[in-house]
T-cell receptor
Framework: QKEVEQNSGPLSVPEGAIASLNCTYS??????FFWYRQYSGKSPELIMF????GDKEDGRFTAQLNKASQYVSLLIRDSQPSDSATYLC????????????FGQGTTLQVKP | DTAVSQTPKYLVTQMGNDKSIKCEQN?????MYWYKQDSKKFLKIMFS???????INETVPNRFSPKSPDKAHLNLHINSLELGDSAVYFC?????????????FGQGTRLTVV
């Protein structure tokens, strides 16, 4: 079983719709969870992090965490073509090293 | 100012050669990393240094040798390059501690072994 699993997609949504990206993880000791966005040929950039159960909102982005179900999600409201990218779910392992464990990423396509 | 910079951005080399990638961060972070992203975009950690001390060494062939002369620099030397080493290598840095240890990534080095 992979430590972090994401559906590789592509996930295609029309402009203005809500894009829902999902991620599951296997290590119950994981504490912090991150969503990175990576445009083609570019480096990953952090969108949001979450460490408490529930929702966390930042602009058009909402991260959701359910530790009991070992599930993290990212909602993007009012999706724009500029949101088209690969979204990487990552977590910190139990050790305090800063090491990030990534999922394989979900490719999002927002069609005008 | 670039926070995490790595050079070169592109590297094309023949099998069997030795090459190095350099990384520097000006964020004052205490920890630096090398990640490898394969052709399927899977990003996986290779090494981590905290204040010049190696703290993470994943199952990486010993042809790969990181070196950290100081906490702002982390280099990666690769001996006897193989076709399977072709990938994008990202340097990153963070200040470890707390629940939000955000990692900042360099622009990546696309290594192509022919």
């Amino acid at each position: 079983q992979k430590e972090v699993e994401q559906n590789s997609g592509p996930l295609s949504v029309p402009e203005g719709a809500i894009a829902s990206l999902n991620c599951t993880y296997s290590d119950r000791g994981s504490q912090s969870f991150f969503w990175y966005r990576q445009y083609s040929g570019k480096s990953p950039e952090l969108i949001m992090f979450i460490y408490s159960n529930g929702d966390k909102e930042d602009g058009r982005f909402t991260a959701q965490l359910n530790k009991a179900s070992q599930y993290v999600s990212l909602l993007i409201r009012d999706s724009q073509p500029s949101d088209s990218a690969t979204y990487l779910c990552a977590l910190h392992g139990s050790s305090n090293t800063g090491k990030l464990i990534f999922g394989q990423g979900t490719t999002l396509q927002v069609k005008p | 100012d670039t926070a995490v910079s790595q050079t070169p951005k592109y590297l094309v080399t023949q099998m069997g050669n030795d090459k190095s990638i350099k990384c520097e961060q000006n964020l004052g972070h205490d920890t630096m990393y090398w990640y490898k992203q394969d052709s399927k975009k899977f990003l996986k950690i290779m090494f981590s240094y905290n204040n010049k001390e190696l703290i993470i060494n994943e199952t990486v062939p010993n042809r790969f040798s990181p070196k950290s002369p100081d906490k702002a620099h982390l280099n990666l030397h690769i001996n006897s390059l193989e076709l399977g080493d072709s990938a994008v290598y990202f340097c990153a840095s963070s200040q470890v501690g707390g629940v939000n240890t955000e990692a900042f990534f360099g622009q990546g080095t696309r290594l192509t072994v022919v």
